[in-house]
Every structure is written in C-alpha cells, then in structure tokens.
T-cell receptor
Framework: GENVEQHPSTLSVQEGDSAVIKCTYSDSASNYFPWYKQELGKRPQLIIDIRSNVGEKKDQRIAVTLNKTAKHFSLHITETQPEDSAVYFCAARMNSGYSTLTFGKGTMLLVSP | ETGVTQSPTHLIKTRGQQVTLRCSSQSGHNTVSWYQQALGQGPQFIFQYYREEENGRGNFPPRFSGLQFPNYSSELNVNALELDDSALYLC????????????FGNGTRLTVT
C-alpha cells in the first residue's frame, strides 16, 4: 500500500518568514495530493491540493509543488502569520475505485510574532 | 451549504463495551469515509461507504463496522472496545469519484478506560 513520509515534524519560524514542509510517497499510482491544516481541537481543513498532471499550484500565500519522478511534494507558505500556526498534514490518493487518503504524520508549525 | 456534522463530540466508554458514532454528510455528497486519528498522528483510513455499501477498507479488524443510509448519513460501530481505540474519529464526505476532495467533520473524541 501507499506510504507517506512527512518532514519536519515541527517547524518554528518568525512572522513574515517562509515555511516549507516536504512529503514523499511510495506508490507511483498516486495521483492526487491534498494538504490539510488542523488547528487544536478542530477538523482537518483542506487548504490546497494538486493533481499529478500539474507541477505547481498557488493560492495567495500558499503553494504546492509536485515532482512525480522523485515522488515528492512540498507545501510552501510565504509571509507567515501567527494564525498559520497549526498542524499540517500531507496526503496521497491512488487512482483507485475509492477515495482513500494516506496521510503523513503531520508537521506542527509555530509562527512567532 | 451544510458541512459534515458528527455526534457525539465526546464519549467515554469502558473496555469491552460497544459504541456507535454518527455522521451527516455535506449537502450533495454521496460518499462517506471514516478515519481514526490517534494523538499526534495523521488520520488513518477505516472504511468508505458509497450507495449504502462498503467499497473500501483499511487495516482495521471486523469489530469496526459501519452503515450508510439512503440520505447518505453514516454510522461507525466499534464492538469489544480496547484501550487503543481511544482516538479522534473523523468522518469525511465527498462526491462520487476518486478525484473529489474530502471534507471532514469535527470528529468524535472517544476515550476508552
């Protein structure tokens, strides 16, 4: 089955700095890669996703890049703000008959004012 | 548009007991999947329901079972509870098709003592 590795497990940055979280996946059949943000005690919220036919996608301060050959994808947050502090999860989904997501273990991002 | 709702929000059970968790999918979504999120970990796929049938299952024992109703709402049942079943149980809904994003509910926090 699919295996997703995520690094780093914790990331501390100063407000205004950029943050990068990296994930690798094992199954070359995976073709959909979402990122979720989970604040303490709340639901995981989809913040951005990318499909395998695209190399990069951007939404305001958030961008995701995908390297299919190397089987890794990354989340980039620019101009970080304290409200960006949360746990971020990457995930991968195979091109199968159902919607299973395999998640990484998460990255706790702390943005200090 | 109504989001994914889950009940109850918190639950405390004793080892060996049975529990039923409930989920109402987001309006218009016909597929429901359940995930278990242990403390400090990413969500793990339990199973998915589409058209009232289970059409995908993760690495969970048969004492984890579920139902989907004609209105697309769903139940997760866990028999013979074990201490390791203590976790946040997340329901996610999506539209038919494997390219549809998953939208999560707030989850049910289950504690087994």
């Amino acid at each position: 089955g699919e295996n997703v590795e995520q690094h780093p497990s914790t990331l501390s940055v100063q407000e205004g700095d950029s943050a990068v979280i990296k994930c690798t996946y094992s199954d070359s059949a995976s073709n959909y890669f979402p990122w979720y943000k989970q604040e303490l005690g709340k639901r995981p919220q989809l913040i951005i996703d990318i499909r395998s036919n695209v190399g990069e996608k951007k939404d305001q301060r958030i961008a995701v890049t995908l390297n299919k050959t190397a089987k890794h994808f990354s989340l980039h947050i620019t101009e970080t703000q304290p409200e960006d502090s949360a746990v971020y999860f990457c995930a991968a989904r195979m091109n199968s008959g159902y919607s299973t997501l395999t998640f990484g273990k998460g990255t706790m991002l702390l943005v200090s004012p | 548009e109504t989001g994914v709702t889950q009940s109850p929000t918190h639950l405390i059970k004793t080892r060996g007991q049975q529990v039923t968790l409930r989920c109402s999918s987001q309006s218009g979504h016909n597929t429901v999947s359940w995930y278990q999120q242990a403390l400090g970990q990413g969500p793990q796929f339990i199973f998915q329901y589409y058209r009232e049938e289970e059409n995908g299952r993760g690495n969970f024992p048969p004492r984890f079972s579920g139902l989907q109703f004609p209105n697309y709402s769903s139940e997760l049942n866990v028999n013979a509870l074990e201490l390791d079943d203590s976790a946040l149980y997340l329901c996610a809904s999506s539209l038919e098709g494997y390219n549809s994003p998953l939208h999560f509910g707030n989850g049910t926090r289950l504690t087994v003592t």
